[in-house]
């Protein structure tokens, strides 16, 4: 006898659903493409050990909030400064190195609506709406810090579904 066993080699969230074209979170129903990066996001984050893992939802609702060019950017800027949220000052929730890591937010919740409000208000609407521009002021005297932001904006693009794996014992 064959069976077919599926594996996934992707952990999946708790947070998906059966119904691929809304999700409830944050009391808000969600298009699908919006549920598509949430997801992807979401593992992404999964695959690094992050503490924003629970949060993927509102990375996407603040940037599309705020106005941000691209949701990655927030994420991605996160992933510079501290591993995705994993090397922080303790219980300071300051994933984004703001004030070059001195600052504490409240919870992520916060701190995730702070950072994405700033660099809306006060980088996107200035003009300065990639990491190159931003960089010399987010980032001084970096030179590197634009095209790792970059980087990991682009590692989030490229993140992958789960793969199943079709095994036939």
């Known amino acids: 006898m064959i069976a077919n066993i599926y594996v996934s080699i992707y952990p999946t969230l708790a947070s998906e659903v059966s119904d691929p074209s809304?999700?409830?979170?944050?009391?808000?129903?969600?298009?699908?493409?919006?549920?598509?990066?949430?997801?992807?996001?979401?593992?992404?984050?999964?695959?690094?050990?992050s503490p924003l893992v629970p949060y993927a939802d509102l990375f996407i609702e603040k940037a599309e909030q705020y106005g941000l060019p691209d949701w990655k950017l927030v994420p991605a800027i996160s992933g510079v400064e501290s591993t995705f949220g994993k090397h922080i000052p303790q219980n300071s929730y300051n994933a984004w190195g703001w004030t070059n890591g001195a600052y504490s937010f409240t919870c992520w919740e916060s701190a995730i609506d702070e950072v994405t409000k700033t660099i809306g208000q006060k980088y996107i609407a200035r003009g300065l709406d990639t990491p190159e521009k931003m960089s010399h002021v987010y980032a001084p005297p970096s030179i590197t810090w634009a095209s790792k932001v970059r980087f990991f904006m682009q590692k989030i693009s490229d993140f992958e579904t789960p793969k199943i794996l079709n095994l036939s014992i």
Do not use: P, W
């Not at 129903?29 to 050990?49: C, F, P």
């Open 22 to 49: 809304a999700i409830i979170k944050t009391g808000r129903i969600t298009s699908s493409v919006q549920n598509e990066q949430i997801r992807l996001l979401g593992l992404y984050l999964e695959s690094h050990n």
